[in-house]
């Protein structure tokens, strides 16, 4: 099925260990973004990529690292996770540049305790 | 001020109402306004696009945007419980999801649609 597929979906992490969420895209869009979703606080851009090879900063960025070797595969890193990285993360790929519309992955819950 | 504000809701409402979500933004400078729908453990999905102001319908669902007043609104007609969901507002001030514009969303406003 095409789309973005994300994982784990779920994950319960002690703090200071790293986590690497993964996406993966199958519609050979070149921009790609993660968001994470808190209650009250709606979706907030933590990374995004317009292009493979390239990356730039959202809202959120601080305690995240992204990377983009390939078109397909746009991995979100926690280096050492604290509780208030707790949220759903969710991956999005865009295609045509006016549409306005991304396309989310279902979503990986994390929790950090 | 946040520069999206989404009345934060929940709403209920009984089958066959007619709902009005609504949206204020402050930079001047968005020019796209979409509408998505997000399902429960689900990641959201477009639902509407309009660009600059006016009206544009789908079906059941019309999207209004008012620039001179920085509004925008989602109208959804003969509600059904599969209308059920979170809704999120989401506008850009260049070509949409283009490769250096980003969007910005509305913290979302969750309906309820009662059989």
């Known amino acids: 099925i095409a789309g973005i597929t994300q994982a784990p979906t779920s994950q319960i992490l002690a703090a200071g260990r790293r986590m690497t969420l993964r996406c993966t895209q199958d519609?050979?869009?070149?921009?790609m973004y993660w968001y994470r979703q808190d209650l009250g606080l709606g979706l907030r851009l933590i990374h995004y990529?317009?292009?493979?090879?390239?990356?730039g900063k959202g809202e959120v960025p601080d305690g995240y690292s992204v990377s983009r070797a390939n078109t397909d595969d746009f991995p979100l890193t926690l280096a050492s996770a604290v509780p208030s990285q707790t949220s759903v993360y969710f991956c999005?790929?865009?295609?045509?540049?006016?549409?306005?519309?991304?396309?989310f992955g279902e979503g990986s819950r994390l929790t950090v305790l | 001020q946040k520069e999206v504000e989404q009345d934060p809701g929940p709403l209920s409402v009984p089958e066959g109402a007619i709902v009005s979500l609504n949206c204020t933004y402050s930079?001047?400078?968005?020019?796209?306004f979409m509408w998505y729908r997000q399902y429960s453990r689900k990641g959201p999905e477009l639902l509407m696009y309009?660009?600059?102001?006016g009206n544009k319908e789908d079906g059941r669902f019309t999207a209004q945007v008012d620039k001179s007043s920085k509004y925008i609104s989602l109208f959804i007609r003969d509600s059904q419980p599969s209308d059920s969901a979170t809704y999120l507002c989401?506008?850009?001030?260049?070509?949409?999801?283009?490769?250096?514009?980003?969007?910005?969303f509305g913290k979302g406003i969750t309906l309820s649609v009662r059989p």
């Open positions: 999005a790929s865009a295609g045509q540049p006016d549409t306005g519309e991304l396309f």
């Open positions: 519609m050979r869009h070149n921009a």
């Open positions: 990529s317009n292009t493979a090879g390239t990356t």
């Open positions: 930079n001047s400078a968005f020019q796209y």
């Open positions: 309009t660009y600059s102001s």
């Open positions: 989401a506008m850009s001030g260049l070509g949409g999801t283009g490769a250096n514009s980003k969007l910005t």
